[in-house]
């Protein structure tokens, strides 16, 4: 089973930038689903963003409503990274992040990395 590796988080002012990084132990070319799910204090964990690799319909990315045009994910399969660039950061993007993957009908998750968006 894929394990994942978390990096990134950390402290930031409203209108800032952090990168998150997510190193699995297999190509992520080769991983069915790979993406990023985050859950705010007292809320459920939700989907933040994805990239899939279909057989048939190809490689597909997916954004939730609330971050598409902030956020960006991205791969490096030389290094079996999954990215999530995160720009213009709110106080409402305050959350941990996990890094999730579909590999084989089994669903992996990352240690999870802290996300704080405050003056």
């Known amino acids: 089973q894929v394990q994942l590796v978390e990096s990134g988080g950390g402290l930031v002012q409203p209108g800032g930038s952090l990168r998150l990084s997510c190193v699995a132990s297999?190509?992520?070319?080769?991983?069915?689903?790979v993406g990023w799910y985050r859950q705010a204090q007292g809320s459920q964990r939700e989907l933040v963003a994805r990239?899939?690799?279909?057989?048939?319909?190809?490689?597909?990315?997916h954004y939730a409503n609330s971050v598409r045009g902030r956020f960006t994910i991205s791969t490096d399969n030389d290094k079996n990274t999954v990215y999530l660039q995160m720009n213009s950061l709110k106080f409402e993007d305050t959350a941990v992040y996990y890094c999730?993957?579909?590999?084989?009908?089994?669903?992996?998750w990352g240690q999870g990395t802290q996300v704080t968006v405050s003056p």
């Open positions: 999730n993957a579909v590999d084989n009908g089994h669903v992996a």
């Open positions: 297999k190509s992520v070319s080769s991983i069915y689903a």
């Open positions: 990239i899939t690799n279909g057989i048939t319909t190809g490689r597909t990315t």
